[in-house]
């Protein structure tokens, strides 16, 4: 439990009853680290590629990793996106999205691939980024929708056990939302003071440097940014696994960043990125700890809105009320499209998604 309250300066042990109940019967990462110490759309392109190529910020586009990415390299019918109104991959644009329509699924699809054993290798779940209710769990929308998101995934999963058998559900968070944190990054100045032990090289993904504006200017991609909560949830996987520079186990004192989906992704299927960065990640194989999956996986989740109304930061927000957001995640998607076709409301921008992506 300490190790799930070293993650929270705002979310104690309880107030997220669905991650922090598979953190402890599954695995929890304590040292997973945004790739770069920056925000939301530069950390998942190094999710997505292994490399930002030299994007630092807010408002680039993912048409510099374009052909980069792990979905350009897998063969197309090793892939999906599951979304609910518009991913943030769309910010790849609307020509690249067209071309791999067929890769992009609404939610209700994985229900259906899970229940006929037809999910492919790879599966990525975006959350409701602009129309409510919002479950993104980005700040102001509260958490509440996101933990319903993750029992949902979860439930769905179980639902079939010889799906979840084969399967590996990983929970992670793009960046660390602004909150601070006492474990400094490696990279920065006295990483491993505490931890002689842990080595950990930060690769620099490619030839390209930070943008030449501002304090990033020639920024060499040679820091992680700060950690963020990494769930890890598998039926080989025995009940409270930690992994993390404080592991019982030294095999599992690892550090991982978001390369590290690369890397599991490219040790699974042989697909790889190029990203020196992903190549040398360390891969969730890591977690494995068990000669034959379990029996005993927790069956179901249960999610309650009661839960979260004991605080208002958690508390559901009123999704029959709510508008459509142009805020925070959603402000980027909102600001990419009117560079691209103008001025839009957020209904319209999730209908022209949706229409690229139409069967």
Same mark, same amino acid.
């Given at each position: 439990?300490?190790?799930?309250?070293?993650?929270?300066?705002?979310?104690?042990? $309880?107030?997220?009853?669905?991650?922090?109940?598979?953190?402890?019967?599954?695995?929890?990462?304590?040292?997973?680290?945004?790739?770069?110490?920056?925000? %939301? &759309?530069?950390?998942?392109?190094?999710?997505?590629?292994?490399?930002?190529? $030299?994007? &630092?910020?807010?408002?680039?586009?993912?048409?510099?990793?374009?052909?980069?990415?792990?979905?350009?390299?897998?063969?197309?019918?090793?892939?999906?996106?599951?979304?609910?109104?518009?991913?943030?991959?769309?910010?790849?644009?609307?020509? @690249?999205?067209?071309?791999?329509?067929?890769?992009? #699924? #609404?939610?209700?699809?994985?229900?259906?691939?899970?229940?006929?054993?037809? /999910?492919?290798?790879?599966?990525?779940? +975006?959350?409701? #980024?602009?129309?409510?209710? @919002?479950?993104?769990?980005?700040? !102001?929308?509260?958490?509440?929708?996101?933990?319903? /998101?993750?029992?949902?995934?979860?439930? &769905?999963?179980? !639902?079939?056990?010889?799906?979840?058998?084969?399967?590996?559900?990983?929970?992670?968070?793009?960046? *660390?939302?602004?909150?601070?944190?006492?474990?400094?990054?490696?990279?920065?100045?006295?990483?491993?003071?505490?931890?002689?032990?842990?080595? *950990? =090289?930060?690769?620099?993904?490619?030839?390209?440097?930070?943008?030449? #504006?501002?304090?990033?200017?020639?920024?060499?991609?040679?820091?992680?940014?700060?950690?963020?909560?990494?769930?890890?949830?598998?039926?080989?996987?025995?009940?409270?696994?930690?992994?993390?520079?404080?592991?019982?186990?030294?095999?599992?004192?690892?550090?991982?960043? *978001?390369? !590290?989906?690369?890397? %599991?992704?490219?040790?699974?299927?042989?697909?790889?990125? =190029? !990203?020196?960065?992903?190549?040398?990640?360390?891969?969730? +194989?890591?977690?494995?700890?068990?000669?034959?999956?379990?029996?005993?996986?927790?069956?179901?989740? $249960?999610?309650?809105?009661?839960?979260?109304?004991?605080?208002?930061?958690?508390?559901?927000?009123?999704?029959?009320?709510?508008?459509?957001?142009? =805020?925070?995640?959603?402000?980027?998607?909102?600001?990419?499209?009117?560079?691209?076709?103008?001025?839009?409301?957020?209904?319209?921008?999730?209908?022209?998604?949706?229409?690229?992506?139409?069967?």
């Amino acid at each position: 439990e300490k190790h799930l309250r070293a993650y929270g300066t705002i979310y104690a042990d $309880g107030r997220l009853p669905v991650l922090q109940t598979l953190a402890k019967e599954y695995a929890v990462a304590t040292h997973w680290f945004c790739s770069l110490p920056s925000s %939301t &759309t530069p950390n998942r392109m190094f999710a997505h590629a292994g490399s930002s190529r $030299g994007a &630092t910020g807010q408002g680039a586009f993912y048409t510099r990793v374009e052909d980069r990415m792990i979905f350009d390299k897998l063969d197309p019918k090793a892939w999906r996106v599951y979304f609910h109104d518009i991913p943030h991959l769309w910010l790849t644009g609307d020509a @690249w999205a067209q071309s791999f329509c067929g890769q992009f #699924h #609404h939610i209700a699809s994985f229900e259906h691939a899970v229940r006929t054993d037809t /999910l492919p290798a790879y599966s990525f779940i +975006e959350p409701q #980024h602009i129309l409510p209710p @919002w479950s993104s769990q980005h700040p !102001s929308a509260g958490v509440s929708h996101g933990e319903k /998101l993750i029992a949902r995934v979860y439930n &769905t999963l179980v !639902s079939n056990p010889g799906v979840f058998e084969k399967s590996m559900l990983l929970v992670v968070y793009d960046e *660390h939302g602004g909150f601070p944190d006492h474990v400094i990054p490696p990279g920065h100045r006295g990483w491993n003071s505490e931890h002689p032990d842990i080595l *950990h =090289d930060v690769l620099p993904p490619d030839d390209v440097y930070g943008e030449p #504006h501002g304090h990033d200017d020639a920024y060499m991609f040679t820091t992680l940014g700060p950690r963020v909560p990494a769930v890890i949830v598998s039926p080989w996987i025995e009940r409270g696994t930690v992994i993390g520079w404080k592991a019982k186990d030294e095999a599992r004192r690892a550090t991982f960043d *978001h390369t !590290s989906i690369l890397a %599991t992704v490219g040790r699974m299927t042989g697909a790889w990125v =190029d !990203s020196a960065r992903a190549r040398a990640a360390t891969s969730l +194989e890591i977690a494995i700890n068990r000669e034959s999956p379990r029996t005993d996986w927790l069956p179901r989740i $249960g999610f309650r809105d009661e839960d979260y109304s004991r605080d208002g930061s958690a508390e559901p927000l009123p999704s029959a009320t709510a508008s459509a957001s142009c =805020d925070g995640v959603a402000g980027d998607l909102c600001e990419a499209f009117r560079e691209m076709h103008g001025e839009a409301t957020p209904e319209e921008v999730v209908a022209h998604f949706q229409k690229l992506v139409k069967p």
